[in-house]
C-alpha cells in the first residue's frame, strides 16, 4: 500500500465521505428570505453527470430556516467535484446562483 501525504486544504475531503452544502439566499436588503423554487446542481469535473435536485421535490435538499438550505452529497470518486445553489421567484431577480467547488482526494482505506 502506498501512502500519500495528508494535506489540508479549505474545502478538501476524503472519498468516501458525506459533506454538507449550504446555500443563503437573501432580500435586496439582505434580509434572509425564501425564493419560490431552490434547485441544487452538482457533478464531479469534468465530465460527471449532473445531479438536479429541487426542493420539495426532491427530499435531500432541506431547509434549515428562512433563506437557508442544504445537501448532503456522498462524494464517492476523487476529483474537483462543484455544486450551485440557484433560487427562482419570490425574492425577486436578486437571487443568482451560488456556485463554488470541493475536492475529494483518494483514500488509502477505501
Excluded: C
Excluded at 425564501?34 to 429541487?54: C, K, N, Q, S, W
Excluded at 445553489?85 to 477505501?110: C, K, R
Aim: charged share 15%; proline share 5%.
Amino acid at each position: 500500500m502506498t501512502h500519500r501525504p495528508l494535506v489540508t486544504l479549505a474545502n478538501s475531503y476524503l472519498e468516501g465521505n458525506v459533506i454538507r452544502v449550504t446555500g443563503t439566499f437573501t432580500d435586496a436588503t439582505g434580509v434572509a428570505a425564501d425564493p419560490t423554487t431552490v434547485t441544487v446542481r452538482y457533478f464531479i469535473d469534468p465530465g460527471g453527470a449532473v445531479t438536479t435536485l429541487v426542493y420539495v421535490t426532491d427530499a435531500e435538499v432541506v431547509k434549515d430556516s428562512t433563506g437557508v438550505y442544504h445537501v448532503d452529497i456522498a462524494i464517492s470518486t476523487p476529483g474537483k467535484w462543484r455544486y450551485g445553489f440557484a433560487g427562482t421567484g419570490a425574492v425577486g431577480s436578486l437571487i443568482t446562483n451560488q456556485e463554488a467547488y470541493f475536492v475529494v482526494a483518494p483514500s488509502d482505506l477505501i
